[in-house]
């Protein structure tokens, strides 16, 4: 017995270390896979980081706290955690909670992407008029994608805007220099108080 006592002591340490190696083991192959895959997201421009300058954001936080600001969904997501000024539409705005919630959302959906896809002024402006948007952060690339293409009925009404324009540039892109007040990177602030006519 007294033999016997060593050897399995022996057996149970080797076997601790074993399952240390592994744990070890498979805690790195995660790592590397998670690191793998988030730069491939990056490089894939699938997301993974926020591509929205920290200046942007800064100028934002510094406007009137009343102040209400449009933005392509995915771009007004993170302006109200980092920001703390209320944005149009986001996003998650568009998973339906309620039917009056939803009602509403759609709406402005609908009247946020006339604004976007627009050939002329005409929507921006009723943008303005109706909803008292003074600001609107623009990314210059918006027409690469859009995340309202994951929705319905949204995918069909983005089709129809950008059918619209066929191989034109929307409106908003033309107002880069004239209305913005602030730039960084592909990202600029208009300032809808600029555009000709039509007044708040």
């Given at each position: 017995r007294g033999e016997q006592l060593p050897r399995c002591i022996g057996?149970?340490?080797s076997g601790v270390l074993l399952n240390k190696r592994v744990l070890v083991s498979s805690i790195a192959i995660i790592a590397?896979?998670?690191?793998l895959v988030f730069s491939a997201r990056l490089f894939f421009n699938r997301g993974g980081t926020d591509p929205m300058p920290e200046e942007v954001?800064?100028?934002?936080g510094a406007l009137p706290k009343d102040t209400l600001i449009a933005a392509t969904p995915v771009d007004g997501d993170r302006v109200p955690m980092r920001s703390r000024r209320s944005v149009f539409?986001?996003?998650?705005?568009?998973?339906p909670h309620h039917s009056g919630y939803y009602e509403e959302a759609k709406q402005r959906s609908f009247a946020l992407l006339a604004a976007m896809y627009d050939s002329g002024p005409e929507s921006l402006q009723a943008l303005r008029r109706k909803y008292g948007i003074r600001y609107f952060v623009l990314n210059r690339n918006f027409t690469s994608g859009d995340s309202l293409s994951w929705f319905q009925p949204f995918k069909d009404?983005?089709?129809e805007f950008r059918s619209k324009i066929g191989g034109g540039q929307p409106y908003i892109l033309g107002l880069w220099n004239d209305a913005a007040v602030f730039q960084k990177g592909d990202y600029a602030v208009?300032?809808?108080?600029r555009l000709d006519p039509s007044p708040r």
């Open positions: 057996v149970g340490a590397i896979v998670g690191v954001y800064s100028f934002l539409i986001i996003v998650n705005s568009l998973y009404y983005l089709a208009l300032d809808l108080d």
